[in-house]
């Protein structure tokens, strides 16, 4: 006669008790969560389509794929598995999702060999999540970019083409910097995914090293151009530290997102990595750095001839000129927009893998 008993890991499933145990301790899983449980270890090895799931689990009650998506995240919550680097649960994008664990019980074959599968799914989350990062970065950018191009033409818009150039100039910029920024802090985040380890400290160091490596080489390459083609550059500009604080909040709003709040609507997801993007914005500004905004005024200073101004946004708070203030606000809001649009992109490029 066959078991209806299943050990994986740490945990015994029984079926016909319909209970899910971990070191002896009973485990709470829902009914239907439960349904999906077994069909998986039942099968284990074996790809479980997202069709197979909708008959077996949900018997034809219609649901969204979200319904499906949201069942996963649960039970991986449960087996205290990660989507990224997953010891159960594994997902086949596109089609489903396999057991991938041994198991030991009398309905189900040996243990399970998936390296092959799993270093081939290693390097596609790697890219998906690398790519998107970049992606939410680029947009976060744009907006940030239109921010300052706006607020820092010296003539208003309608007086002629030349304001419309200073817009258009800095935008490009600062989604330049923004594109390299983000890549740095994505990669790092999805290269601690191939390592396999879950922890926030290595989520947080990943990101934190991408974001140091790309600050630096981008500070060094600006400080050679502009010594190059001016004789002189500026004392001060964005580069390696405040690229690794940056990339350290982004690294804590992912993990977080990701393990602690996956059930979550998005936007609140994003909200502890806009909320460590905005304090280390202000505290890299208080700490003497300088962010985008500020790496600009730097600049325009460099240059008395130039054009750019960011008068406008000192006026919004007493100052004359870009003053300490105007710095401090901006450079909160500019890396809470940063860190928010990174991981917005990686989190969401995860849901959609089924992650």
């Known amino acids: 006669m066959k078991s209806d008993s299943f050990r994986f890991g740490r945990f015994t499933l029984q079926v016909d008790s319909r209970r899910l145990h971990c070191d002896g301790t009973v485990v709470d899983v829902s009914s239907r969560y439960f349904d999906a449980l077994v069909l998986l270890v039942t099968n284990a090895g074996a790809l479980v389509s997202k069709d197979r799931f909708m008959d077996d689990v949900w018997r034809g009650v219609p649901v969204t794929d979200e319904a499906l998506t949201q069942c996963i995240r649960s039970l991986r919550r449960v087996l ?14 596109k089609h489903g999702y396999r057991f991938i664990a041994a198991v030991e019980g009398n309905a189900v074959s040996a243990p399970i060999n998936s390296q092959a599968t799993d270093t081939t799914t290693d390097w596609a989350t790697f890219w998906a999540l690398g ?11 744009l907006l940030g970019g239109l921010f300052y191009g706006f607020a820092g033409a010296s003539q208003p818009m309608a007086s ?13 910029i600062t989604i330049l910097v923004a594109l390299l920024g983000a890549a740095g802090v994505s990669f790092g985040i999805a290269l601690v995914g191939l390592w396999k380890s879950a922890r926030w400290s290595a989520t947080m160091a990943g990101a934190a090293a991408g974001g140091f490596l790309v600050g630096g080489i981008v500070k060094l390459l600006g400080l050679d151009a502009f010594n ?6 500026p004392t001060q500009i964005t580069g390696a530290l405040e690229g690794a604080a940056i990339g350290a909040s982004v690294g804590l709003g992912v993990w977080l997102g990701r393990r602690q709040m996956p059930d979550m609507p998005l936007r609140f997801a994003i909200l502890p990595a806009a909320s460590a993007g905005a304090i280390a914005g202000v505290g890299i500004v208080l700490a003497g750095g300088r962010l985008l905004g500020g790496s600009i005024y730097e600049l325009a200073r ?20 870009f003053g300490p203030i105007s710095q401090i606000v901006t450079g909160g809001l ?8 990174i991981t917005a992109a990686i989190l969401l490029a995860q849901r959609q893998r089924g992650d």
Not at 80 to 93: G, H, L, N, S
């Open 131 to 141: 790519g998107a990062g970049v992606v939410g970065g680029g947009l976060a950018g």
């Open 160 to 172: 002629g083409s030349g304001a419309a150039s200073i817009v258009l100039v800095l935008t490009a």
């Open 80 to 93: 205290e598995d990660d989507a990224t680097r997953p010891m159960f649960i594994e997902t086949v994008p």
């Open 302 to 321: 460099l240059l008395p001839q130039s054009r750019l101004r960011f008068d406008q946004i000192g006026g919004f708070f007493g100052e004359t000129g």
């Open 228 to 233: 190059l083609v001016l004789g002189q550059s």
């Open 334 to 341: 500019e890396s809470m927009l940063l860190a928010a649009g």
